[in-house]
C-alpha cells in the first residue's frame, strides 16, 4: 500500500490517482491522522503531499511526532512532495525559507548526477516540471543530497538513501510535468520495490468476499437505483455477492428524462437482471411540487418525498419478507469520503451505521440500517472499469450525469405549469440525440436542455407565435467543481436549433448558454 498523507494541496487526489494507474493501491488520508492509525494500515511507502501552508506558519499541518523514527524502523519509504518535501527538510534540522524568486508553473530542472530518485543514468537530465512554491529548502539536513536543481539554482529534488527519505519541490502528479509519471514509477517500482500487480479484478473478488462476509445468510439487503453510473455499478455488484437477497427501487418522480423510465427498467431486467421495484410516484411528486417556484423548496420536496417513498418500500418489502431489511447500499465515492481514515485490514468496504447526512437525500433515523458502500475507495474512472467487468452496458456507463431532483432544476420556477416537463422532454431528447449522432456525446462532460417560465415572439408559418424560450447547455469538465461550455461548429447549431423549432410545439426561440462555472453553476437552478 501506498499512503498519501494529504496537507492540502489540490493535486493530493491526483497523486491518489496516478498511482493506481501504475496498479498500485494507494488510499489518502489527512495528514495529522495519529502515528497509531498511520501504522495500521501498514505501507510500504508514504507520500507527504503538498499544501497551501508554509512550515512556519502557525498551525501549519504535519505529520505526527514519530513518524520518521517510525518509518525507519519499519522500512517505510518517505517522499515529500513541494510543502511534504519542506516538512522533511525542517523537522530533521535544515533550513526552510522564503525563495529569492519564487517559482510559480512550468520550469526546468536538471538531475545533478547519479542518484536513487532518478536513476544511476540520469545524471545532466533536464526536464521541464511543475513548480507552485514560494518556501524552498536553502540548507538540507544531515545526510541529504541535492540531486536536482531548477536553472535558478533552487533545490528541486533530494535524498537520503539509506533512510529512505526523498523529496521533490514540484508536482509530478500534474501533466505539466511529463516526465512526472515515469519518475513515480522509477521511484516506486524501482527504488521503493513495490509490484504494480492491483487489479479491477482483484478489486471485484475482495468485494464480493468482504459483502459475502458481512450480510448473514438470513439477511436483506436494499438499494436505491438512480440510473446513474454510481448506484448501478454498486447495486451490481452486491447482487453478484448476495444475489435476491439484494431489492432494489427505482422511483419514477415525474420528473425523469424522455422514456427515461423504460430505457433505465429495461437495462435493469434484461442486461443486468437486478431484482428492482419500479414505483410511479409521479402524480405524488408533482402534486406537492405545484405552485412552488423556489429552488430551495423543490429540493427539499423532492427530497422528502423520495425519503416517503423508501420508507413504505421497505415497509412492504418487511411485510413480504417477514423482517426487516438490514443493509443499504449507497454508491459513494473516493472523493466524498477522502477525509475520513480508511478502516484497516484487507476488506475495504465498511459497514456502520446510518449517519444524518448521506446521498440517498436523509434516510429517516429509526430505519437503523447499516451502510454497505461498496465503491468507496474507488474514483470514477474506476467505477467505470469495474461496471465493465461487471457487464453493464457500455452506454449506461458513459451516461452524462444526472442530478437527483431531476427535470425540476431544469424547468425553472412551477415545474407543473403548462406542459413545460413535455416540452423540455423533446427539446432535451431532440438535443441528446443531435449529439449522439454527430459523435459528440463522449467528448461532452454533460448536455441537457432549459425550460424558461418565458414566452417570446416569434414567426411560424406566416403567424405569429408567442411560444417559449429554451436553453442549450453543454460542458466539459473534469468534476463538476469547475466547468467549461462546449464549443459546437455552426452547423450542428443550425440544424439543432431548425430540429427542436420544427418539432417541439411551444418552442419558437432557441438560445445556447456560453457561461462557465463559475460564475454559474453546471444547473440553472
Ligand atoms: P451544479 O449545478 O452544482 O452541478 O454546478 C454540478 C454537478 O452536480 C449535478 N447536480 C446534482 N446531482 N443531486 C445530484 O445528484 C443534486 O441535487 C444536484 N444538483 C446538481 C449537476 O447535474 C452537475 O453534474
Redesign the pocket.
Known amino acids: 500500500l501506498v499512503l498519501i498523507l494529504d496537507y492540502g494541496s489540490q493535486y493530493t487526489h491526483l497523486i491518489t490517482r496516478r498511482i493506481r494507474q501504475l496498479s498500485v493501491l494507494s488510499l489518502c488520508v489527512s495528514g495529522t491522522n495519529s502515528l497509531d492509525s498511520i501504522a495500521k494500515l501498514n505501507p510500504s511507502v508514504v507520500i507527504l503531499s503538498g499544501g497551501p501552508h508554509s512550515v512556519h506558519s502557525p498551525g501549519a499541518p504535519s505529520f505526527p511526532d514519530g513518524f520518521l523514527e517510525y518509518a525507519e524502523e519499519n522500512g517505510v519509504f518517505v517522499l515529500g512532495i513541494c510543502y511534504g518535501m519542506q516538512l522533511i527538510v525542517q523537522k530533521l534540522g535544515g533550513v526552510v525559507d522564503v525563495g529569492e524568486k519564487q517559482e510559480y508553473g512550468k520550469m526546468e530542472i536538471v538531475v545533478e548526477g547519479e542518484c536513487g530518485l532518478y536513476g544511476a543514468e540520469a545524471a545532466g537530465w533536464h526536464q521541464v516540471v511543475w513548480m507552485s512554491h514560494g518556501d524552498e529548502a536553502v540548507k538540507l539536513p544531515e545526510g541529504f543530497t541535492v540531486v536536482a536543481r531548477s536553472l535558478q539554482g533552487s533545490v528541486a529534488a533530494i535524498e537520503n538513501r539509506s533512510r529512505r527519505l526523498y523529496g521533490l519541490q514540484y508536482h509530478p502528479e500534474v501533466t505539466h510535468s511529463p516526465q512526472g509519471m515515469e519518475t513515480l514509477r522509477h521511484f516506486l517500482l524501482d527504488v521503493c520495490g513495490i509490484s504494480a500487480d492491483w487489479k479491477m479484478q482483484d478489486v471485484l473478488e475482495e468485494e464480493v468476499k468482504v459483502i459475502k462476509g458481512m450480510v448473514g445468510p438470513d439477511e436483506h439487503v436494499i438499494c436505491a437505483l438512480s440510473g446513474g453510473v454510481d448506484s448501478t455499478v454498486a447495486a451490481t455488484l452486491v447482487h453478484k455477492a448476495i444475489g435476491d437477497r439484494l431489492h432494489c427501487v427505482f422511483v419514477d418522480n415525474g420528473l425523469l428524462r424522455y422514456k427515461e423510465r423504460e430505457r433505465v427498467m429495461s437495462t435493469f431486467e434484461s442486461e443486468l437482471h437486478l431484482p428492482v421495484t419500479c414505483v410511479d410516484a409521479s402524480e405524488q411528486f408533482l402534486n406537492k411540487l405545484k405552485g412552488v417556484k423556489d429552488p430551495e423548496m423543490k ?1 427539499k420536496i423532492i427530497g422528502h418525498e423520495f425519503i416517503c417513498i423508501f420508507d413504505e418500500f421497505a415497509i412492504e418489502l418487511e411485510k413480504k419478507l417477514g423482517k426487516k431489511p438490514t443493509f443499504l447500499v449507497q454508491g459513494t465515492l473516493y472523493p466524498d469520503v477522502i477525509e475520513s481514515c480508511p478502516p484497516p485490514g484487507s476488506g475495504m468496504t465498511h459497514s456502520h451505521t446510518i449517519k444524518s447526512h448521506h446521498n440517498v437525500g436523509g434516510l429517516p433515523k429509526d430505519m437503523k440500517l447499516k451502510l454497505i458502500e461498496p465503491l468507496k475507495f474507488l474514483f470514477k474512472d474506476e467505477v467505470r472499469k469495474l461496471g465493465r467487468i461487471l457487464n453493464v452496458p457500455e452506454s449506461f456507463l458513459k451516461r452524462h ?5 431531476g427535470l425540476a ?1 431544469r424547468v425553472l420556477g412551477d415545474v407543473t405549469e403548462g406542459n413545460a416537463l413535455e416540452i423540455l422532454r423533446q427539446v432535451d431528447e431532440i438535443f441528446i440525440q443531435s449529439i449522439k449522432e454527430a459523435g459528440l456525446y463522449d467528448s461532452i462532460w ?1 448536455a441537457f436542455a432549459v425550460f424558461l417560465p418565458v414566452q417570446s415572439v416569434g414567426v411560424q408559418g406566416d403567424q405569429r407565435t408567442h411560444s417559449h424560450v429554451v436553453v442549450l447547455r453543454a460542458i466539459t469538465s473534469e468534476d ?1 467543481m469547475t ?1 467549461d461550455w462546449y464549443y459546437f461548429d455552426h452547423k450542428f447549431l443550425i440544424d439543432v436549433v431548425r430540429k427542436i423549432c420544427n418539432n417541439v410545439r411551444g418552442v419558437n426561440r432557441v438560445c445556447q448558454d456560453i457561461t462557465s ?1 463559475p460564475p454559474a ?3 440553472w437552478e
Open positions: 429540493r450525469p444526472f442530478p437527483g431532483p432544476v454533460q463538476g466547468a462555472k453553476t453546471v444547473e
